[in-house]
């Protein structure tokens, strides 16, 4: 009850093939925050191939539909 209260549910959206994984992940962060686009719209924002997205394709396509991003890289 108390975790309903607070947060609202996270959308889920199963990848279609396996280079799906980051144009399904950006769909469903969107939708958290109301937004709401196809995968092949996000994929071709992605500049999705059969290798699948860099991360820097998949930034630039979340700043593109007005999401935030910021890229850190930490060593473990």
Do not use: H, W
């Not at 191939?49 to 394709?57: A, I, T, Y």
């Amino acid at each position: 009850m108390f975790n309903n209260f607070l947060f609202k549910k996270f959308p889920f959206d199963p990848q279609m093939d396996m280079m799906d994984c980051g144009p399904s992940c950006l769909r469903m962060i969107a939708r958290y925050y109301g937004k709401y686009y196809t995968l092949q719209f996000l994929r071709e924002k992605c500049f999705s191939s059969k290798e699948g997205v860099s991360f820097s394709d998949l930034s630039q396509a979340s700043e593109a539909i007005g999401l935030s991003t910021l890229a850190v890289e930490n060593q473990l």
